[in-house]
């Protein structure tokens, strides 16, 4: 394994455990030249999944777009990259359950969306904004009416007395 800080050939494993859904193994991995750590993550290799695309055309599914689609949409938000490759891993789970090997790129972005959503509100905004192309702020605003109202919860006499000042 390459070292990305000094791209030095050799390391250690210093831990190694499986992920939540045990479908990978992360390891994380010392420089013997650097000193510096470094995590890597370990799948099985699957048959390989096929992304339809808007206008048709076809490409294999790559995680690593997906994870770069979702960490741009936490960025400054307190979510560790742990959980955001926890969703992709999620995603290729539901897409390789079903047993076509076939995947709209829609399907994709509503399954991220919907991980977001019960992960990080603004997170899962920046995400639906992109995704779903809102063309005015009209859209926007209907998406973000969505969520404030689910976020909506009876106020006490205490909470309407705060309110009020």
Same mark, same amino acid.
């Given at each position: 394994? =390459?070292?990305? #800080?000094?791209?030095? =050939?050799?390391? =250690?494993?210093?831990?190694?455990?499986?992920?939540?859904? @045990?479908?990978?193994? +992360?390891?994380?991995?010392?420089? !013997?030249?650097?000193?510096?750590?470094?995590?890597? #993550? @370990?799948?099985?290799?699957?048959v390989s999944l096929m992304v339809i695309k808007k206008d048709g055309r076809r490409e294999p599914f790559d995680r690593k777009k997906v994870l770069a689609g979702i960490i741009r949409a936490c960025e400054k938000r307190p979510i560790s990259i742990e959980k955001m490759e926890e969703i992709v891993i999620q995603v290729e789970r539901s897409i390789q359950k079903k047993s076509d090997r076939e995947v709209s790129a829609s399907?994709?972005?509503? !399954?991220?969306?919907? +991980?977001?959503?019960?992960?990080?509100?603004?997170?899962?905004? $920046?995400?639906?904004?992109? #995704? $779903?192309?809102?063309?005015?702020?009209?859209?926007?605003?209907?998406?973000?009416?969505d969520i404030l109202g689910k976020d909506k919860k009876p106020l006490s006499a205490a909470g309407r007395k705060r309110q009020r000042r």
């Open positions: 394994m =390459k070292c990305p #800080y000094c791209s030095y =050939k050799e390391d =250690k494993v210093v831990d190694s455990r499986s992920t939540a859904e @045990e479908s990978a193994v +992360r390891r994380r991995r010392e420089c !013997l030249k650097c000193g510096k750590r470094f995590t890597t #993550y @370990e799948y099985i290799e699957e399907r994709i972005g509503e !399954l991220v969306m919907e +991980r977001l959503k019960n992960l990080d509100d603004v997170a899962y905004v $920046r995400f639906a904004s992109v #995704y $779903r192309q809102f063309k005015d702020v009209g859209q926007f605003m209907v998406e973000l009416k």
